[in-house]
């Protein structure tokens, strides 16, 4: 773990940072300042993909629907026939047969990240890979801030999470532990839409 670590650490250190990134404002177009980086629009381009099926099918005067990105993406508009949103469940990204919790979605958006892939996602202050968390969710009106946020709650502070959640219509679900069978203390919850599901434990 140290070899590989320090691997990432070094490496990462040189290639990360906003100043590496130039935006020209007048021409609309964005350039990099050093040779061998890459921008990787993974942390949202999925949810923005996906905001932008929807402002389609609104603009089609489609109103009710529910679309996903390979299921770590769904964004709801309007409700399923006689519920008040959409039925949609959470479940252990370390088990898929254990449900979470049953949320109801209506004009939102919910998106996960985590490690069950591996360590890809990176902390660019250390260069080091996420520790203490394994997944996270996070709930927000667009797609595009769902799925940011949910990589973001992978290395944000547990008090700042709550202070963003308690301020916004925005909500948490950070998994500490990988597990088998999950517990609702494995969790952190925060915000209203994840605090008033229906848990299943």
Not at 20 to 33: W, Y
Not at 115 to 128: F, S
Request: overall charge negative.
């Amino acid at each position: 773990d140290f070899e590989l670590n320090d691997k990432i650490d070094n490496s990462t250190s040189k290639v990360t940072g906003i100043e590496k990134i130039h935006l020209d404002e007048s021409s609309r177009s964005v350039s990099l300042n050093e040779t061998g980086i890459k921008i990787d629009l993974g942390g949202f381009g999925k949810g923005y993909a996906l905001d932008r099926v929807s402002k389609i099918l609104l603009d089609w005067d489609i109103k009710n629907f529910l679309i996903h990105g390979g299921g770590s993406s769904v964004l709801a508009s309007g409700c399923l026939d006689s519920f008040s949103g959409w039925p949609v469940t959470l479940s252990n990204p370390f088990n898929h047969n254990q449900t979470l919790l049953k949320v109801m979605l209506e004009d939102y958006s919910i998106s996960a990240s985590g490690l069950r892939k591996g360590l890809h996602i990176l902390n660019p202050q250390t260069g080091k890979p996420v520790s203490g968390r394994n997944a996270a969710c996070a709930g927000a009106e667009s797609a595009s801030l769902s799925d940011a946020l949910s990589t973001a709650f992978m290395l944000m502070e547990n008090d700042d999470i709550d202070e963003l959640c308690r301020t916004k219509d925005i909500s948490a679900l950070i998994i500490k532990n990988e597990r088998e069978v999950l517990k609702k203390s494995d969790m952190l919850i925060y915000g209203n839409l994840i605090n008033s599901s229906e848990f299943y434990f």
